[in-house]
Each structure stands twice: as structure tokens, then as C-alpha cells.
């Protein structure tokens, strides 16, 4: 069985999506997953390495430039599959979906599973995360097409599958619940308060202040409005500061 992405770079969320799913359906059910990733040229050898130092039976292929040129990376794809002995394929998200849908299509794929990590058209219309008109037009028709056209599906939770009900019409049970985890190399160590202070100190912070800590992306969907009316009435207040 092949789990598919295409055009996701490896990252902390790669190694908890991706990489920890392989291994849980490999270790746990027995699944022999083989990873077949899609990246960008950029970096290309770099972060080749770095996925199959998690994984080390990946395959990753170039992409030919541009996420929309996903019509010549199916065709890529399909030749792959042409030439494996594999014919069940799950697929991160709905672009990999559609690569692997157009795969059953050309006959060289039997069964396909569509691994829904979120509400990719409304992620995508809100929050402006792919700047092409065509894909922004294409997306819920594409998100419908995974969904239904499927032969099953992971869903991250309980309230995608209820999205899917509404938006897509979606009434068939052959999902599962898979919700998002911790990456599994993380291992979480809490300093004792001398080091506290010492970092605190290093930091310019002084033992009074309250220190409140932001660690995440300055992706739209982190809500970046929302934060700053929030830290700018919490910054009025004194001795309390923001580490980014």
C-alpha cells in the first residue's frame, strides 16, 4: 500500500501527519505502507534527505514546477504505479487525492483512501492559501471528488466528517478517525526554575515580568487579527511581555 503527498515539505507537522501514521499503520496493523512524496525542486536534495531519514524507504520525486502543473505529475505517478506491485494508495489532503483518483482512472490503481487533514476549500478561499484563480475555483469540486469518489477515508475528527456531511453531501460510514498527534521524536523535557532563570535572564526578561510565549507559523489560519487586538490591550498592561 502507498500513502501518498504531494507538495507538502518535510516539517514538524510532515513528521506527526505523515511519517507517524506510516509507521503506526505499518507497526500496528501490519500494513507495509510505502511513502511516495511529491516536493518542490527547491531544496529538493535537502529535504529529500531529511524525509528519508525518518523514513528511509521513501520515494521522493521531483515536482515538476508549480502545483498546478498536477496533470504531468500524474502522468509521472501512474508510471510509477505502472511498475509497482501496488494498487491501494492513501492520499494526504485532496490534490494527492486527485492524482491518485486520475491512477484508478488509468487503471494502474485499484483502491484509493483519502487522508482529510481539513476544510481544504474553506482553508484555502479564507485564508488565501494558494494565490491561483483556477485552484481557488476548483477546490470544492476537487474536495467533493475525494470525499464521495473515495473508497475510504481518514478524517481527523468527528467535525470534518460532519463538514463533509453538509458541504459534500457525504452519507457513506467508510471513514475512520485519525486526530493529529505529537510527533513521535518529541520528546518533552520541563527545565527546573534554576535554568528557568537562567533563560528568563539571557532573554532580557526580569524575574517580575509575565512572559507569554508564541510558537507557531504566521500562516492565515493562525488568525493573526485576532492576536494582535489581543496582545495589544495585554501589552498595555506593566511587565508583561511577548516572546515570538
Not at 29 to 52: P, R
Not at 116 to 124: D, F, K, P, T, V
Request: proline residues 3%; positive net charge.
Amino acid at each position: 500500500m502507498i500513502y501518498l503527498t504531494y507538495a507538502d515539505q518535510p516539517s514538524g507537522v510532515y513528521s506527526s501527519q505523515v511519517i507517524d501514521v506510516c509507521n503506526y499503520l505499518n507497526q500496528k496493523a501490519g500494513a507495509k505502507i510505502k511513502l511516495v512524496s511529491f516536493i518542490s525542486l527547491h531544496n529538493f536534495y535537502a529535504n529529500k534527505a531529511k524525509i528519508k531519514a525518518e523514513f528511509s524507504a521513501a520515494v521522493v520525486l521531483p515536482m515538476i514546477p508549480r502545483m498546478s502543473a498536477w496533470k504531468i505529475n500524474s502522468i509521472w505517478f501512474s508510471l510509477y504505479m505502472l511498475f509497482s506491485k501496488e494498487k491501494s494508495i492513501i492520499t494526504r489532503n485532496v490534490m494527492a487525492c486527485k492524482i491518485a483518483l486520475d491512477a484508478r482512472k488509468k487503471g494502474v490503481a485499484k483502491k484509493v483512501c483519502f487522508d482529510g487533514r481539513g476544510a481544504i476549500a474553506a482553508e484555502w478561499n479564507e485564508y488565501n492559501v494558494v494565490n491561483i484563480p483556477a485552484f481557488k475555483q476548483g477546490i470544492t469540486s476537487w474536495e467533493n471528488d475525494a470525499v464521495n469518489n473515495s473508497d475510504y477515508r481518514i478524517a481527523v475528527s468527528e467535525k470534518l466528517v460532519d463538514y463533509w456531511n453538509k458541504k459534500y453531501n457525504y452519507v457513506d460510514k467508510n471513514h475512520i478517525i485519525i486526530p493529529c498527534t505529537l510527533n513521535s521524536n518529541f520528546e518533552p523535557s520541563l527545565a527546573n526554575e534554576k535554568e528557568t532563570e537562567d533563560l528568563r535572564a539571557e532573554l532580557g526578561f526580569n524575574r517580575d515580568d509575565v512572559v507569554l510565549v508564541y510558537s507557531g507559523s504566521t500562516a492565515g489560519w493562525q488568525s493573526f487579527n485576532m492576536l494582535k487586538s489581543f496582545l495589544e490591550k495585554t501589552l498595555s498592561e506593566p511587565n508583561t511581555k511577548v516572546l515570538f
